[in-house]
């Protein structure tokens, strides 16, 4: 069974950093796409960044480009989203979810974990 | 990367047909057969409801449906039932390799 959880979500002063963690089972992990999408508590969802099987291919919305970095662990079956220089806007519940195999949607999808950007 | 127009909410009744619509552009509704639909309920994970436009991932009942012209991709709830009453997104691939969402519509069963 495919399950991907979030965790690291944290309150967070604006400025600050903070990496969050998405740990993956029940699938070959290094094959997928992984992709972040945040949601305001409240508003709409919104695609954050992705990060190709390879570890070497990520894409970025411009709301996050230059501050935000995804990463992977493939022998750990994890990836990660750096988040820096970090704004009242980035507050957000932050899921991570994986991408259909050589298609363009997302499949499954984990909880999500909340980030709290606040002084 | 403007959000995609959706409704903000539409209403139906138990049985019929309701029909949500998401606006994009050239540059992403327009340029591939990449949207798909989410639905997401209060306090819970979106679910995928369509892919590719007009594919039903397995275990999706055959009353939600997609399609596309141009810009403006669009699903179709038919025999609305209480449980559809929920939020839901479109998203689209884009011609600079990201993905962009709708804006959301709360589907609500009167």
């Known amino acids: 069974e495919v399950h991907l959880v979030e965790s690291g979500g944290d309150l967070v002063q604006p400025g600050g950093s903070l990496r969050l963690s998405c740990g993956a089972s029940g699938f070959t992990f290094s094959s997928y796409w992984v992709h972040w999408v945040r949601q305001t508590p409240g508003k709409g969802l919104v695609w954050v960044a992705r990060?190709?099987?390879?570890?070497?291919?990520?894409n970025y919305a411009d709301s996050v480009k230059g501050r935000f970095t995804v990463s992977r662990d493939n022998a750990k079956n994890t990836v990660y989203l750096q988040m820096n220089s970090l704004r009242d806007e980035d507050t957000a519940v932050y899921y991570c979810?994986?991408?259909?195999?050589?298609?363009?949607?997302?499949?499954?999808w984990g909880q999500g974990t909340l980030v709290t950007v606040s002084s | 990367q403007s959000a995609l127009t959706q409704p903000a909410s539409v209403s139906g009744s138990p049985g019929q047909s309701i029909t949500i619509s998401c606006t994009g552009t050239?540059?992403?509704?327009?340029?591939?057969?990449?949207v798909s639909w989410y639905q997401q309920h209060p306090g819970k994970a979106p679910k995928v409801m369509i892919s590719d436009v007009s594919n039903r991932p397995s275990g999706v009942s055959n009353r939600f449906s997609g399609s596309k012209s141009g810009n403006t991709a669009s699903l179709t709830i038919s025999g609305l039932q209480a449980e559809d009453e929920a939020d839901y997104y479109c998203i689209s691939y884009t011609t600079s390799s990201t993905y962009v969402f709708g804006t959301g519509t709360k589907v609500t069963v009167l």
């Open positions: 050239s540059s992403d509704v327009g340029a591939y057969n990449y």
């Open positions: 979810a994986r991408g259909a195999y050589h298609l363009y949607y997302l499949d499954f």
């Open positions: 990060i190709k099987g390879d570890e070497r291919t990520m």
